[in-house]
């Protein structure tokens, strides 16, 4: 491992030194046209032959800006936090449903929750619902064409205000998500911590100087392409990569590889001799290349003095992070209550959570927050008395089973949520109307279809998941005892003979 202030003390022995600390800020950027000229020209090259074939370019090509702008907005969205597998299949439910603005302006908040359940981070879908009623109601139905103005519509920012406006309008703005970040960080050896406003903002001029003018949109795309199928967070695929030439961090791996080849040379001869072979071809090594390693030892793009360039890693030093905070532990009561409805179906009890916050309007099991873990006998009575102060007319002591289903672990981004999950089979028959208040959050009874179709998380799937398991046991379970009530019995499904028949002798058939 070697330390970044060890690395400039031995760029200061180059003959070129003074050139290099003229040029420090040339380290992490791009300020020669030619090799500008050169980058564009070499990502868009692989980018038109390697480029993926997504749903979401092929509607970003109509010739209506409305519609193109519309297409790349919904895809943008959906793209946050979320693998592009994952998002192709809401995308194309989504534009099937609602193809236009003014179709997803006209469409309820409990829809648009529903095709969005299973996508995570609810808001994201809600924003772009109060942003396509904001274009149709105060814009005339005229989506903005620039980056400034897109800023304006709810749950739009830089990164995806510059992807609508390069993409859908050819605007010469460059964009900065994850995946630009890698490739930039990498290709410039920028080391500091990546969520930095220093280095975001380094990345947003980076950014702007490199977005090629003839066809923004393309090269942002490129950009995001490169950084999702090449230049990856674990497996990066080097000798894959169009933009080599150009990378620091390829170039300091290298330049290491060489290193340790002419000391493993020197192994055989004596130690002197070696020192001596080793001073020489280190110096040799850095006049050759005299912009191995930024030469400020106070730079802020750098890897910290502190920590090490980790010669196992190679790229994947770059680009580095400020560890996260680990997300807060919390539990959760949930009951499961069900009940059977005059067509001897099972029907489930759900509520809505408030408009705002976490998982905001979506549908859940009735749940409580437990403040402190205590006894399952505790437990259950703190949720008796929600249960009664919240849903006065669901009665619980007459209900008719009671069992413990078990715990369902799901991670937020900012939670460890462990849901401690029982099922309560009401002996009464209720309506939706008997259990809700003006004051009370709304429910309602809903079949298993029913409850496939709403609007619920993960968190709630996973949940039912569990019960549904758990019910499941215990029909196999009873099952398997059948079976072994008479384990010698015949497995064709006849019945076994009787000993005088097996011994009657066989009369045959005059056919």
Known sequence: MVRRNERSKRIKLDPDATNIKQEDNSYHQFINDSEIQCFRQSLLHWYDSNKRDLPWRKLALQEEPNK??????????????????????????????????????????????????????????RRLHEGAQKVVSQMNGEMPRSADKLKELPGVGRYTAGAIASIANSEVTG?????????????????????????????????????????????????????????????????????????????????????????????????????????????????????????????????????????SLGVMNYPRKAKKKPPRDEKTMVTIIVRINEDEKKEYFLVQRPEKGLLANMWEFPSMVLVKDGTEKERRVAMDTHLKETFPSVDIDVCQTRSYVGEVEHIFSHIHQTYLVESITMDTVLSASDCCHDNHPSCKWVTEEELGSSAISTSVKKIFKSYKSSTGKTTKNSTKMKKRGNPSGPKDGKKQMGLEAFFKPKIKKNT
């Open 68 to 125: 193109r702008a519309y297409a790349v907005w919904v895809s943008e969205i959906m793209l946050q936090q979320t693998q592009v597998a994952t998002v192709i299949d809401y995308y194309n439910k989504w534009m099937k449903k609602w193809p236009t603005l003014e179709d997803l302006a006209g469409a309820s908040l409990e829809e648009v929750n529903q095709m969005w359940s299973g996508l995570g981070y609810y808001s994201r879908g």
């Open 175 to 311: 964009v900065v998500d994850g995946n630009v970040i890698r490739v930039l960080s990498r290709t410039r050896a920028i080391g500091a911590d990546s969520s930095s406003q220093h280095v975001i903002d380094t990345m947003w001029s980076i950014a702007n100087t490199l977005v090629d003018h003839k066809r923004p949109g393309d090269f942002n795309q490129a950009m995001m392409e490169l950084g999702a199928t090449v230049c990856t967070p674990k497996t990066p695929q080097c000798s894959n990569c169009p933009l080599t030439a150009f990378c620091r961090a390829f170039t300091q791996v290298e330049n290491h590889k060489e290193r340790t080849k002419q000391r493993l040379i020197t192994n055989g001869k004596e130690e002197e001799t070696k020192m001596k072979a080793d001073k020489i071809e280190m110096k040799k090594t850095e006049m050759t290349i005299p912009d191995i390693e930024c030469a400020d030892e106070a730079c802020r793009l750098c890897i910290p003095p502190t920590e090490s360039w980790d010669s």
